[in-house]
């Protein structure tokens, strides 16, 4: 134990020394996901999409984004030419992005269209940027956790229907919230089968099959039901990742930045004894430590993404080590280019 603490300590030493090196010309962000290990060396922290706006303001030829690949597809998407973005762990690649691959949305898209109406795709940002690009092909556009309501809303107004895509929870849930009745909502198939049935037609929301791992399976409606039966008046708020029913159990619902202002302003008024928290393990027990003294945070359930946690103190330190053999770069394919940022500059223009 006591030699493992020596050796992180080494390599905490040689990441503030090489951040040192760099000084302006190095920038490291992270997203809320990432252990304590690698969150003591990030200079920005955010959810996606506070760290998306925050890419076109940053001056330093080297970004290192301590997150999952979509998101440094993003803001490589987002840098400046002559910068670089930088990922510790190329295979940190977010499972729900991987439930819809570009050749699939297509090939749906397509189908749609060819069926005479017109559908607007409207993509999570967990997506990949190739399915951003299709998306922006198709005069649809990406939002957030933070931003699926407005951009459901607007997306409603440019056609016939809308594709939501990867995350039938996030789907389902924003749909809720605006009222759009369950049987106007359909979740189609990723193989492009059945999409002229009388369901799809008839629908305002075709709704791809995919969801996250972490929020789908991990936290389930009866540890909602129980935390409220061990902690009578307390409150659950959790992502809208979670299924419906969670959601509808729950006492709030939103973005990972809402989830983060939410325990802050409970501790601060100090009314609550507890609050619960469903979402990514890393947060929820960072916001246990900060506000331990205030309230009492409790996880929905022990849920870490493996795929943030594969980014860790010992291969930041070994892309900050190869920064100028660009070790870790990631290289954004320049076709996908403007159709993607069409996707992503329709989303920062219209919330
Ligand atoms: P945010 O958009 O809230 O940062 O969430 C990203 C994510 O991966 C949630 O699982
Ligand atoms: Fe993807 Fe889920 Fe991990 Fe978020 S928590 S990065 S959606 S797998």
Same mark, same amino acid.
């Given at each position: 134990m006591e030699h493992r603490q020596v050796a992180a300590g080494g390599v905490d030493a040689r990441i503030e020394a090489l951040k040192k090196q760099y000084g302006k010309d190095l920038v490291i962000l992270g997203h809320h996901y990432q252990s304590d290990d690698v969150i003591r060396h @990030?200079?920005?922290? *955010?959810?996606?999409?506070?760290?998306?706006?925050?890419?076109?303001?940053?001056?330093?030829?080297?970004?290192?984004?301590c997150g999952v690949y979509f998101m440094a597809e993003s803001a490589g998407l987002l840098a400046r030419p002559g910068q670089k973005v930088f990922l510790p762990d190329h295979g940190?690649?977010?499972?729900m992005a991987r439930m819809a691959r570009a050749e699939d949305v297509q090939n749906v898209l397509e189908k749609l269209a060819a069926a005479g109406r017109k559908i607007v795709p409207l993509a999570y940002v967990n997506s990949s940027l190739a399915v951003?690009?299709? @998306?922006?092909?198709? *005069?649809?556009?990406?939002?957030t956790s933070s931003n699926a309501r407005p951009m459901l809303e607007w997306a409603m107004k440019q056609g016939d229907a809308v594709l939501f895509l990867p995350d039938r929870n996030l789907g389902r849930n924003t749909a809720r919230a605006l009222g759009i009745p369950a049987e106007k909502q359909v979740i189609i198939g990723a193989d492009g089968k059945g999409l002229d049935s009388e369901d799809v037609r008839g629908a305002d929301l075709l709704l791809w099959p995919g969801c996250c791992p972490v929020h789908d399976s991990l936290m389930?409606?009866?540890?909602v039901d129980a935390f409220h039966a061990h902690f009578p008046g307390c409150r659950v708020i959790v992502h809208p990742e979670c299924t419906p029913e969670v959601v509808q159990r729950c006492d709030g619902a939103g973005s990972t930045a809402y989830l983060i202002k939410e325990a802050e302003r409970a501790a601060a008024e100090g009314k609550e004894k507890a609050l619960c928290i469903g979402t990514e393990f890393h947060l929820v027990h960072r916001l246990m430590e900060k506000l331990a003294d205030r309230i009492n945070i409790i996880p929905l359930a022990h849920a870490s993404c493996p795929d943030m946690e594969k980014v860790t103190a010992e291969n930041l330190l070994a892309t900050l080590e190869g920064l100028e053999q660009g070790r870790g770069a990631v290289d954004v394919e320049e076709s996908l280019k403007a159709p993607a940022r069409d996707s992503l500059v329709r989303m920062l223009e219209n919330c």
């Open positions: @990030v200079d920005i922290v *955010g959810d996606s999409l506070e760290l998306a706006r925050r890419i076109p303001d940053i001056e330093a030829r080297n970004i290192v984004f940190a690649d977010c499972a951003k690009a299709v @998306v922006g092909r198709f *005069g649809g556009a990406v939002c389930k409606p009866d540890m």
